[in-house]
């Protein structure tokens, strides 16, 4: 998911391209999908990130554009696409700490759950609020009563039934959606 625009972030570059520690936030994330177990990789663009778009497509990866209307409604258009078919894991381009051990980590919680279900039901990434405050990132939104935070990191099924996968790990903690999140992300990416 990579058509935001940064608004929250005041740059004068698509949220997508936008460095920490010298990498644009997107190829961090291409290169933990690139790390990953994972087979394919589709990125969802949006009208908001034309750079980011031809960054993409230089870089070979296939894209699907969505009306750019938010984060739940370029989901819904992407999954409309006929090449994806459910489970669908999805990744937040603002995710600059992420590694594809993260993500084997996610896919192999998501295969537990998948196997004690008739159905492909959805999985939610959560991290605790409590350590995106410790870390000092900015938290967004909340679940359970304000004690989860959605990383970003998603696996999308059916639509039959929806769980949570609680992850204390750092490398899902940090979106970054301001400036002082990228400030934050700046310094854990080089320690």
Known sequence: MCGGAGTRLESDREKPLYPIGGEAMV???LGALEASRLERTYAAVSPQAPATQAHLERRGVTC???AGAGYVSDLLDALR?????????????DLPLLEG????????????????????????VCVPVALKRRL??????????????????????????????ESYDRRLAVNV??????????????T
């Open 27 to 29: 190829e961090r994330v």
């Open 81 to 93: 696409d006929e090449r994806l078919s459910p489970p669908v894991l999805t990744v937040a381009a």
């Open 64 to 66: 699907i554009e969505t």
């Open 101 to 124: 051990s993260v993500l084997d980590r996610v896919c192999a919680a998501y295969g537990r759950v998948r196997e004690r279900t008739e159905k492909p039901p959805s999985l939610t």
């Open 136 to 165: 000092g990132a900015s938290v967004e939104t909340t679940l359970e009563g304000g004690h989860l935070a959605p990383t970003g990191v998603n696996v999308v099924g059916d639509g039959s039934s929806e769980r949570q996968f």
């Open 177 to 190: 959606n301001r400036r002082a999140d990228a400030r934050l992300a700046d310094r854990l990416v080089s």
